[in-house]
T-cell receptor
Framework: GAVVSQHPSWVICKSGTSVKIECRSLDFQATTMFWYRQFPKQSLMLMATSNEGSKATYEQGVEKDKFLINHASLTLSTLTVTSAHPEDSSFYIC??????????FGPGTRLTVL | AQRVTQPEKLLSVFKGAPVELKCNYSYSGSPELFWYVQYSRQCLQLLLRHISRESIKGFTADLNKGETSFHLKKPFAQEEDSAMYYCALGSGNTGKLIFGQGTTLQVKP
């Protein structure tokens, strides 16, 4: 399977700051990556589909200006939470899809906004 | 609407007992269904998918289109099976996955 890394694994920031989370596909060139959000004891919710070289596709209810996605290369997608607030505290997970629709997931990033 | 439902948040069984984790879906097209597992402090990983029709770690899942279900079964649970299990629906050719709420399986010694 594909190896996916995320950085940082845990971040704590003050309210109002911006936080960038990186997702890397280490052994596979991914034209498409997915960003999920997971609240405690809840399921993963798809936030957006990150497309290499083009704009991300956001799910309904997800603010694109709040969650900036950049997929500049086939191995890297970044999610920036702009002006983070405590309600943005969550676990963010990226997924990398292979051609057969099988997804591989990163270890996740825990964001805590104070 | 596309939806995946896992009715049980927690399933607790004794070692050696049979296990069935329920999953029902709602999808207008031809569904592609997956089971993912997340062990403690590990990444979410694919357990099995319906098109491969294989048994992984003793688990099987059969797609029942009539009942719109994809229940995960294992005849004899092991302690190492304790984990969080997610049923997921593949959405067309986009690669997107829609996840169920997840079921925590607890296998007691």
């Amino acid at each position: 399977g594909a190896v996916v890394s995320q950085h940082p694994s845990w971040v704590i920031c003050k309210s109002g700051t911006s936080v960038k989370i990186e997702c890397r596909s280490l052994d596979f060139q991914a034209t498409t990556m997915f960003w999920y959000r997971q609240f405690p004891k809840q399921s993963l919710m798809l936030m957006a589909t990150s497309n290499e070289g083009s704009k991300a596709t956001y799910e309904q209810g997800v603010e694109k200006d709040k969650f900036l996605i950049n997929h500049a290369s086939l191995t890297l997608s970044t999610l920036t939470v702009t002006s983070a607030h405590p309600e943005d505290s969550s676990f963010y997970i990226c997924g990398v899809a292979r051609d057969n629709n099988e997804q591989f997931f990163g270890p996740g990033t825990r964001l805590t906004v104070l | 609407a596309q939806r995946v439902t896992q009715p049980e948040k927690l399933l607790s069984v004794f070692k050696g007992a049979p296990v069935e984790l329920k999953c029902n879906y709602s999808y207008s097209g031809s569904p592609e269904l997956f089971w993912y597992v997340q062990y403690s402090r590990q990444c979410l990983q694919l357990l099995l998918r319906h098109i491969s029709r294989e048994s992984i770690k003793g688990f099987t899942a059969d797609l029942n289109k009539g009942e719109t279900s994809f229940h995960l079964k294992k005849p004899f649970a092991q302690e190492e099976d304790s984990a969080m299990y997610y049923c997921a629906l593949g959405s067309g050719n986009t690669g997107k996955l829609i996840f169920g709420q997840g079921t925590t399986l607890q296998v007691k010694p």
